[in-house]
């Protein structure tokens, strides 16, 4: 009688045990940071796996923008994201790179290509006719200093980080990718790798364009020759697919590739420069290649 009585109740017990047994997939927390001279911005933060079991453990860091557009779809304007948390599970869990925090701040809506613009890339000439074109100032520098000198710090005071430039990535696509790459150059001291994914070569709308391909280049080679340098220990990846806006950058990104190379960046081991045939400028696409590009850009983030 007892032992028919046992496993009667075992039936109700492996149930409730199979069921308690859920995957950890991180946790997110969100703030408004405040900014002296862009206002406050919406902050998300994906902690990782393990992050609140492991005391003493510390945790590199990856700055995102478009911060609406990178974990929830029902924040983003789309109905899409990068789902860059289920990108980095999915190689933590592979174990090809160690556990790392997610950083994203959100756009600051219509100015987003003024908040994004790699100000210092443009000679005078060309920015003063960006900014009249987009009737206002450019605030790529502001928006650089919130990040490192603001967001940053926060972030290094709350949670358990690695702080140094190794440890400290940024990523974005489009605008967001200029703004990336522009980290990369103008504030070594804080970012050691960047993602500049579809990242906007032209600068200006395609269809306003035409006879400033030159000056644009141009443009890129000083700022690259003079301000980004060699790649002292950086990284950096660039991408862009072949349909829609993406179509349009390959004239720009080739001759990029070669004033790289040109100020000691070598391909493959500093910076890594991929066209994806047939993709998109959207989430979806950006989305599909993320673990891809993780993979490559933190891969000297151990586990």
Known sequence: MIRWLLAFASLFLVPVTASAATPDNGRFVTYDQPSATLGSAKV???LPPGYDRDKGRRYPVLYMHDGQNVFDPKRSGFNKVWAADKAALQLIRARKVAPFIIVAVDHPGPARY???FP???ADPKLLAGIEGFAKGKTQGDDYLAFLADTVKPAV???YRTKPTPRYTATAGSSMGGLI???ALGERPDVFGKAAAVSIHWILV???TSAGLKPVILADWKNWIDNRLGA???RKLWMDHG??????SYRPYSEPVEGYLAGAGWARGKDFESKVYEGAEHEENSWARRLPEIFGWLLSDWRP
């Open 242 to 247: 072949t349909r829609t806006l993406d179509a």
């Open 205 to 207: 709308d395609p269809a």
């Open 114 to 116: 003024l908040r994004y």
């Open 44 to 46: 998300t933060i994906w």
């Open 156 to 158: 290094d005071k709350a």
């Open 119 to 121: 100000t210092r890339v």
């Open 231 to 233: 790649p002292r220990g």
């Open 180 to 182: 990336s790459l522009y």
